[in-house]
């Protein structure tokens, strides 16, 4: 396995046409915006559809969403238990044992590709006991944190978004009765179009620590690319939502030829001359010269899937 040697930023561009890309739950599961009006995908929405896009490619994910278990465990802990080895690492960090839970990171690392892209925090308490009177804390709780190299911004609308909501009927009843119930009743929510932006980031000296290589970078940047395949719900139709057009740019050095501040404005969408209210991706004017004035810079170009630069 290659080591990563080179500082990693990537741009995209979300397309989202009759869905909704990420409810809010606080809101009615209404597609997330902020006071503005502006769309908004949170990074946790991405970080879940980046793990998805790697367990299909046959990786080992340590955060699994309960539909797509793979392994019949029910919990991380109970996830973490059933890795030959691992359950012994984690009794054995107790206190500030700092090789102890070196190893036990190097084990989690070495085991799910998630935890060594994004880090991940390990907390767990067997059963509830007096607080320590040296510590003040509970000597059966394990707390084990570690911090990983790929960093990923709140996805955010290019304008503002129009949400529209419509009352949906169920056919039938949930359980059996004469009138119709009142869970037959319900609301459906999406965003009628937007061109959302998403911008990350992979750090060399982290990715060092966790042992994330070239070859997991690759995976990465493919499920970024193919973000939204295997992602079919009610809420979003096959096709409804794509990652239209990628960037993926990798520096010649660990520290980076520019900072990724740098990097992620140097990409800009405008819209096109006499357009007011956008309905397709083409509506809009992606400037990426300013990306390509940087010099020392690798950038590689999808679009819609396709390798294209």
Known sequence: MTTLANKIDFIGFITVDHANPNGDPLNGNQPRSDYDG???????????KIRNRLQDMGEQI?????DRCDDGCDSILTRVESVPGMKQALAA?????????????????????????????FAF?????????????????VSVGVRGPVSIHTAVSLNPILITSMQITKSVNSKPGKKKGSDTMGMKHR??????????SINVQ?????????????????????????????????????MTK??????????????????????TANLKEGVTAPHTFDDYVIDDSALKNIEGLN??????GEKIQ
Not at 191 to 200: L, P, Q
Not at 246 to 262: E, I, L, P
Request: proline share 1%; glycine share 8%.
């Open 38 to 48: 502006y769309g908004e995908i949170s990074d946790v929405c991405i970080k879940r």
């Open 62 to 66: 340590l955060v699994q969403s309960n």
């Open 93 to 121: 960090v107790k206190g500030n044992d700092f090789q102890k839970r070196k190893e036990f990171e190097e084990k989690a690392c070495g085991t799910w590709i998630d935890v060594r892209s994004f880090g991940q925090l």
């Open 125 to 141: 308490k067997e059963k509830e006991k007096e607080k320590d009177d040296d510590t003040g804390s509970n000597s059966d709780s």
């Open 191 to 200: 965003v009628d179009f937007g061109v959302y932006k998403v911008v990350g």
């Open 206 to 242: 982290l990715a060092e620590k966790t042992g994330f290589n070239e070859e997991d970078g690759e995976k990465v940047k493919e499920a970024l690319v193919t973000l939204f395949e295997n992602d079919a719900s009610s809420a979003r139709p096959e096709g409804s939502i794509e």
């Open 246 to 267: 990628f960037y993926w740019v990798r520096h010649d050095n660990k520290t980076g030829n520019a900072s990724s501040a740098r990097v992620h404005h140097s990409i």
């Open 299 to 304: 950038i590689e170009v999808y679009q819609e």
